[in-house]
T-cell receptor, first 114, second 116 residues
Framework: KNQVEQSPQSLIILEGKNCTLQ??????????LRWYKQDTGRGPVSLTI?????NTKSNGRYTATLDADTKQSSLHITASQLSDSASYIC?????????????FGKGNQVVVIP | DAGVIQSPRHEVTEMGQEVTLRCKPI?????LFWYRQTMMRGLELLIY????????DSGMPEDRFSAKMPNASFSTLKIQPSEPRDSAVYFC??????????????FGPGTRLTVT
């Protein structure tokens, strides 16, 4: 069973609208959580990195939240633009004996239409 | 800043052939990661290096896969012999810190491998 579950799997939104992507994880012990944006045909690009003590972090129109108690994170996109069309990947890091194991979600596919 | 460089960008080969993927990390970065991405399984970490030393290769699928980092500016991922199920996009990423838990990883453009 995947340790990181993302929902919805895919989403179509109108340009200018907001949307929220969900990431639930079971990874333990928790080290940090990252959101990546991956455009078609390109490598992922980091949007945010959040540690245990951080509840909210913003990067422009992207705002990530983290609830370490319920093991949930969300990525909110405000006033979406056509360039936001991409896959958004949630990655959770677990700390084991000084090394870090990474668990990946399968991504939220977002399509912004005019 | 050239970013992470990968070559080739596309590779098509026949089953049983040896495939070598190459990566040049960002200059000064201490950690290097190899990933594989498919539609079915998403993004998977194969192996990562700190200061050219392999730290965790538990993601390497089987003995047909091997990775080396002979120096700080070059790494290879080799598949021998290749099989159709190895078809995927392979990404290399680098990070400026040995503590990959808190530093960002910078991904290359990927190599799209097709094994027929």
């Amino acid at each position: 069973k995947n340790q990181v579950e993302q929902s919805p799997q895919s989403l179509i939104i109108l340009e200018g609208k907001n949307c929220t992507l969900q990431c639930n994880y079971t990874v333990s012990p928790f080290s940090n959580l990252r959101w990546y944006k991956q455009d078609t045909g390109r490598g992922p690009v980091s949007l945010t990195i959040m540690t245990f003590s951080e509840n909210t972090k913003s990067n422009g129109r992207y705002t990530a939240t983290l609830d370490a108690d319920t093991k949930q994170s969300s990525l909110h996109i405000t006033a979406s633009q056509l360039s936001d069309s991409a896959s958004y990947i949630c990655v959770v890091s677990a700390a084991y004996y000084g090394n870090n194991r990474l668990a990946f979600g399968k991504g939220n596919q977002v399509v912004v239409i005019p | 800043d050239a970013g992470v460089i990968q070559s080739p960008r596309h590779e098509v080969t026949e089953m049983g052939q040896e495939v070598t993927l190459r990566c040049k990390p960002i200059s000064g970065h201490n950690s290097l990661f190899w990933y594989r991405q498919t539609m079915m399984r998403g993004l998977e970490l194969l192996i990562y290096f700190n200061n050219n030393v392999p730290i965790d290769d538990s993601g390497m699928p089987e003995d047909r896969f091997s990775a080396k980092m002979p120096n700080a500016s070059f790494s290879t991922l080799k598949i021998q012999p290749s099989e159709p199920r190895d078809s995927a996009v392979y990404f290399c990423a680098s990070s400026p810190s040995l503590d990959s838990s808190s530093y960002e990883q910078y991904f290359g453009p990927g190599t799209r491998l097709t094994v027929t």
